[in-house]
């Protein structure tokens, strides 16, 4: 295994080659998640003026069913096969034939129950749902592809086809828009665009000497069917607790009001894949080289300092966000989008809490306990449409389905907390930095209160410069979380000139 490096702190950390890796890796996917869901969001905006709240309401509820189907026929196996291709890169053909046996199958029963489930809403709807089922059975070969190139850290590989692909998306889609074809012509371009990626990512897989090996290896297959099994149902579960709302809001309150719903959940959406996602995908690898069967301490350091990130750059987000929704939502979408600002203001801390919980749910998986991230995801699941139900029949706003949701989002957070053990794992640390970040947020809230009638800018940066202070004077990150920054900053392409501006006095490996 490569050789570990002692920081300032006595704190075992990362050798040099695994810092430059991880850094590469994350460069990589945080650049593409820049670049794409940049894309993807200000497309997803785009979408909602032009085909207004009615609409983009069908559009937001067709999404959740895909996204409940599609975490179905995936049967969460790629997360499964990143970790054992990780360890083991010469078996992964026989992971793949394993995929394509069983996630063809899988796909097919996604697109008879998501189809099934669309009967209880508006014949368009219905209709524009079977054509977006289709993508299931395009889409799983891609995925298939890119979980091998992502178990074997070509991120900079995916990154490329994955920008490619969400810019050829959109400008099918909005070449079909031009030409009056309207929804239709969105799912036709989704299509078309998914068949594409499909070809280019199993390609690459193939120019890498990686095909599927056949015959089937029964064996393997019923293993990753079963370790897959309570993490599907777990992936399962959070998806349909995500998207809850929007198909319970559809089925009582219309879905005029759904698309006041949708254009926050893409927010919420767009700032989960910017901040929380693409650094958790890159270091998943690393994470599951790094557990050792529980024996390794880095594990535990690393969880941790993932934590922390996710809660100081979370929380900045959240309050700004939060405090000015109108002043985001109307100048983007207009009057016709008013009451989406109510609704953002609410949803962006589920936002936050759930980049902090999925750090979590990670750990979990890497520690092979899916069972029980399972059973803390039902859990969740259970008391958020228990709420969502109530709080939609009595209360009659969209708002009361994001109340739910975080109520639930914050029991599974409590849950997950309370599960996970590691070694090199510091709870009462992390709450001690938690508590100050908290400290922080009061007088970064204040000033942007006190701004937020000025224009945009003002209110962010006052606040900005508020919580970067209050960060450096309670030392909110101590001596060994600026070791490991450097480090990190330092691997990056271009780090070193960093190097040489940013002295510290620290071992270097490389």
Known sequence: ???????????????????????????????????????????????????????????????????????????????????????????????????????????????VGMNSLSLGYSEALRAFAALAGLNLFVDIFGNMAYDLLLARERMVMTSTVEITHIFLRIGLALLALSLGWGLLGVYAAALVSGILRSLVLVSLNIRDGIKPQFPLDRALARRLLINSAPLALSALLTLVYQHADKLLTTGILGEEITGYLVVAFVINYGVIELISSSVLVAAYPLLARYYESGRNPIFGFLIGKLALYMLLVGLPVALSISILAEAIILPLLGETYAPSAGILRLLIWFTAITMFGNVFSKALLIQNRQRLLLAIRACGLAVNIALTLLLLFRWGDARGAVLASIVGELLIVALLLASFCALGWRARALAGVAARLLLICLPTALVMLALREAFILLPVLGGLGVYMGGVLALRVLGAEDWDLLYRLLTALPGGSQLGRIWKRDIQMSW
Do not use: C, H
Not at 30 to 41: N, Y
Not at 55 to 81: D, K, N, Q, R
């Open 1 to 111: 295994m490569a050789s570990k490096t002692t920081g300032a702190a006595g704190t075992t950390s990362l050798s040099g080659s695994d810092a430059r890796r991880a850094a590469r890796n994350i460069s990589a996917l945080m650049v593409a998640s820049v670049i794409s869901k940049g894309a993807l969001f200000g497309w997803q905006l785009l979408l909602s003026l032009w085909l207004g709240p009615g609409e983009y309401g069908i559009y937001g509820t067709i999404g959740g069913l895909m996204a409940s189907a599609a975490a179905l026929a995936s049967f969460s196996m790629g997360l499964i096969v990143i970790r054992d291709v990780a360890r083991a890169p010469e078996k992964a053909g026989n992971y793949w034939t394993a995929m394509l046996f069983a996630q063809t199958l899988l796909a097919l029963l996604a697109y």
